[in-house]
């Protein structure tokens, strides 16, 4: 094996049996945080790259503090005249953890347990070497999602594309603060899900709207190969249905908070009431506002079987009424069809913005609960095509703010089936995303069940806390360059990937919908516009024009 000059001299071992030092001048600054070097070790009679991560970097020898007294003079012009050896005067020792030489066939890393000897010499691994080893996918590949290109390399010299398999089958997560780019990275993941060598099935729950530009790939070409173009279906708001009957005794519960015991337990009678009397489990609100009148104890009242006059009856009627009957998202008869919503090649949008917090949490409970139910039933044949719950390939359900779904120390009824689906969804094929700007108020048992992470720039001393105990594969060293991650930088780690490696996201191809607003420009196109002309004719209306209402002094125009 033929090898360039190296870079460095082992040293000797580390802190710990994983770790090595080695010294090195690095007058070129190439040897960075979280770059990868190797040695060279006989493992079974043959010679191998045994890879390791630079996870420490501190001076050894440095120039003497009388040469840095001018800072008109660099320091090394007097080495040269005082007769120093200026390339010899700075040494650095750096610590590397071994990751180990990568087997194919095991597809991970084999750590060899024998560290380095000293005097061995140190490489920096070449961009051939890393692009074989990193991913456990290439770029293009079918099952491959290119998401970006190694970070302390030049733009694209080393691309790093997850493995679909690994996060479609034990669940993702993307984390980061406001601003770092998770929306913008998450939109890089749906576009190479939707790329021809994937064609996935997948659902998008948006409380603010952000994706909708993603329907610019049906009409790029970059996404079309053959007779396959990608579908983009949005549901806006007044587009969406639950079904009443749809909803589970927890949904209703949650939907009509402080409810009294006795509410309780009359709802709950109620509700098994109108399960009963369903027919083929189909009921209406006025069939369930019925159940209610039915199944109110005491004094009855008349044939309905109701005394008007019991307060828990007519209170329980009047939240019903509120909560369901007021709702334009709850409905008798219609509902989001399974089949509308997944077909391999399609992603759907679900817009959340402008609807309550405690309605959404419930629409993204009974989807979940329904595709969970939907591949739990036709992976054991016990339904058929052309049922409603039949669902014959494996979906991918993205949450955006999915601390608001799981929420840490607090009960929401899309806690428990998101638990559900991330311990046993796997074996359904039913998998996962969760994007959130708080991991500290997200779950922690929900977190840890994400074996892909994605984690960009994040600040909050509680949120680095909740990421260091849910999050396994992430090294002590990669969590403290967390703090320092500019925009586009990511560390990922898990099942997708051979090592966590740290990342610059490449750009999407269709435009992003999450841009922060730019309230300068705002204020200066009003009055580009023509803002105070306008107010000014406005002031000139003629009185009678105007509607004065009193009660609070503010003028609005007819």
């Known amino acids: 094996m033929t090898e360039s000059a190296?870079?460095?001299?082992?040293?000797?071992?580390?802190?710990?049996?994983?770790?090595?030092?080695?010294?090195?001048?690095?007058?070129?600054?190439?040897?960075?945080?979280?770059?990868?070097?190797?040695?060279?070790?006989?493992?079974?009679?043959?010679?191998?790259?045994?890879?390791?991560?630079?996870?420490?970097?501190?001076?050894?020898?440095?120039?003497?503090?009388?040469?840095?007294?001018?800072?008109?003079?660099?320091?090394?012009?007097?080495?040269?005249?005082?007769?120093?050896?200026?390339?010899?005067?700075?040494?650095?020792?750096?610590?590397?953890?071994?990751?180990?030489y990568h087997s194919g066939q095991m597809g991970d890393f084999i750590n060899p347990r024998v560290p380095p000897a000293g005097g061995s010499p140190v490489y920096i691994a070449s961009d051939e070497l890393l692009v074989q080893v990193l991913s456990k996918r290439r770029k293009g590949a079918r099952g491959s999602a290119f998401i970006g290109s190694l970070l302390s390399r030049a733009e694209d010299a080393v691309p790093v594309a997850l493995d679909v398999r690994g996060f479609t089958g034990t669940h993702l997560a993307v984390i980061a603060s406001t601003g770092s780019g998770k929306?913008?990275?998450?939109?890089?993941?749906?576009?190479?899900?939707?790329?021809?060598?994937?064609?996935?099935?997948?659902?998008?729950?948006?409380?603010?709207?952000?994706?909708?530009?993603?329907?610019?790939?049906?009409?790029?070409?970059?996404?079309?190969?053959?007779?396959?173009?990608?579908?983009?279906?949005?549901?806006?708001?007044d587009q969406l249905r639950v079904r009443i009957d749809s909803l589970?005794?927890?949904?209703?519960?949650?939907?009509?908070?402080?409810?009294?015991?006795?509410?309780?337990?009359?709802?709950?009678?109620?509700?098994?009431?109108?399960?009963?009397?369903?027919?083929?489990?189909?009921?209406?609100?006025?069939?369930?506002?019925?159940?209610?009148?039915?199944?109110?104890?005491?004094k009855k009242g008349d044939e309905n079987g109701f005394d008007e006059e019991d307060p828990t009856t007519g209170a329980l009627i009047w939240r019903l009424h509120a909560a369901l009957g007021n709702s334009r998202i709850f409905h008798d008869f219609e509902n989001l069809e399974l089949d509308e919503l997944f077909k391999p090649g399609q992603c759907t949008i679900i817009q959340l913005n402008e609807i309550d917090r405690r309605e959404q949490q419930v629409i993204a409970a009974t989807l979940l609960r329904r595709v969970y139910q939907a591949r739990m039933e036709t992976s054991k044949g016990a339904v058929e095509r052309g049922d409603h719950n039949h669902l014959p390939?494996?979906?991918?359900?993205?949450?955006?703010?999915?601390?608001?779904?799981?929420?840490?120390?607090?009960?929401?009824?899309?806690s428990d089936v998101l638990k559900t689906i991330l311990s046993e969804g796997r074996k359904f094929g039913v998998s996962i995303g969760l994007?959130?700007?708080?991991?500290?108020?997200?779950?922690?048992?929900?977190?840890?069940?994400?074996?892909?992470?994605?984690?960009?720039?994040?600040?909050?001393?509680?949120?680095?806390?909740?990421?260091?105990?849910?999050?396994?594969?992430?090294?002590?060293?990669?969590?403290?360059?967390?703090?320092?991650?500019?925009?586009?930088?990511?560390?990922?780690?898990?099942?997708?990937?051979?090592?966590?490696?740290?990342?610059?996201?490449?750009?999407?191809?269709t435009?992003?919908?999450?841009?922060?607003?730019?309230a300068p420009a705002e204020w200066m196109r009003w009055f580009e516009q023509g803002g105070p002309a306008q107010?000014?004719?406005?002031?000139?209306?003629?009185?009678?024009?105007k509607i004065n209402y009193e009660d609070d002094g503010d003028v609005l125009w007819a």
């Open 511 to 518: 435009q992003h919908g999450g841009q922060d607003l730019d």
């Open 535 to 545: 107010e000014a004719r406005a002031e000139a209306m003629p009185v009678e024009k």
């Open 6 to 100: 190296g870079i460095g001299t082992v040293k000797g071992p580390g802190e710990t049996p994983n770790d090595y030092l080695f010294i090195a001048p690095d007058p070129e600054r190439r040897v960075k945080h979280g770059e990868f070097v190797y040695y060279l070790a006989d493992v079974d009679g043959e010679l191998r790259a045994i890879l390791g991560r630079v996870t420490g970097r501190r001076p050894v020898k440095l120039f003497p503090d009388s040469f840095l007294a001018d800072p008109s003079v660099p320091p090394a012009s007097v080495a040269e005249l005082l007769g120093y050896d200026s390339d010899a005067t700075e040494l650095f020792e750096i610590t590397v953890t071994v990751l180990g």
């Open 248 to 298: 589970t005794l927890a949904d209703l519960r949650y939907l009509l908070p402080n409810l009294s015991e006795k509410m309780h337990y009359q709802l709950g009678r109620a509700f098994a009431f109108a399960q009963r009397s369903a027919k083929n489990g189909h009921y209406t609100l006025e069939q369930l506002l019925f159940a209610v009148r039915q199944s109110a104890e005491g």
């Open 435 to 509: 994007i959130t700007q708080r991991p500290g108020k997200l779950d922690g048992d929900v977190l840890s069940q994400c074996m892909t992470q994605c984690i960009m720039r994040i600040t909050n001393p509680i949120d680095q806390t909740r990421i260091a105990e849910s999050v396994e594969s992430v090294g002590r060293d990669l969590l403290r360059e967390l703090p320092s991650l500019s925009k586009g930088q990511v560390i990922v780690s898990g099942a997708s990937v051979n090592t966590p490696v740290m990342l610059k996201v490449r750009r999407r191809i």
């Open 393 to 414: 390939y494996p979906v991918f359900c993205l949450l955006e703010e999915a601390h608001n779904y799981a929420p840490a120390n607090a009960d929401a009824v899309s």
């Open 183 to 237: 929306s913008y990275l998450a939109g890089v993941l749906l576009e190479e899900l939707m790329m021809p060598h994937n064609r996935a099935s997948v659902l998008v729950v948006d409380p603010h709207g952000e994706y909708a530009t993603l329907q610019e790939m049906m009409n790029l070409g970059a996404f079309v190969e053959g007779n396959y173009k990608p579908r983009v279906r949005i549901f806006r708001p």
